[in-house]
């Protein structure tokens, strides 16, 4: 039977048993964990906003997200899966784990979205429309940066795209601000063009940036290393 959840503060908020649990518009806050035992969840239909804003540990299940807020504190651990977001992805509080369920993360909305600058395991833009903007600092990537379709802006905010995987690595062909190379493996840049407008760091692993016939363009307008 199809359900409909209004958007109020939830502690422990459960989805179990059959149908369609379609989340109201406006935000859904959850402050202790959001767990999914049956059913199929829908938080795009309303354009909700789910914000996990407890101040202690937290599970965040893989299903498709609206707008995806973390706040207030704790430890906010993606699960194991696919977690798709077809908004804003925001951080202004708590610490992101988004790498122990070795999780993917699909910026997959239509229009301009804005990415949050956590240590990813694996990273997707999948869906034309709009400009996918990384937030300032530092963005990690521990397993693969794949862009199927969209425009992505890393320079914007003078984003660091860290590839900090212990293993073999996909580098997405994209212009960045600062790019670097840390921990181990060989990190392989996409066929096309890869654009540099700041410093490419190598602290660790191994560059590749021939088997794909890549170029790298260093097309910034102050010293580059």
Known sequence: VAQAVAAVNYH???????GTKTLASGTVGVAGNFTISGGTVNATANNTTVNFNGSGTQAVPAINYYSLTMSNGGTKTFGSGTIGIAKDFVVTGGTVDA?????????????????AAINYHNLTVSVNGGTKTFASGTTGIAGNFTLTAGVIDATSNSTTIDFNGSGTQAV??????????????????????TGIAGNFTVSGG????????????????????
Not at 12 to 18: A, E, P, R
Not at 99 to 115: K, L, M, R, S
């Open 99 to 115: 790498t122990t369920n070795t999780t993917t993360i699909n910026i997959n909305g239509t229009g301009a979205q804005a990415i």
């Open 206 to 225: 191994t560059a590749n940036a021939t088997a794909n016939s890549t170029t790298i363009d260093f097309n910034g307008s102050g010293a580059q290393a």
């Open 172 to 193: 997405a062909a994209v212009n960045y601000h600062n790019l670097t190379f840390s921990n181990g493996g060989t990190k392989t840049f996409a066929s096309g063009t």
């Open 12 to 18: 422990n908020l459960t989805m179990s048993v059959g």
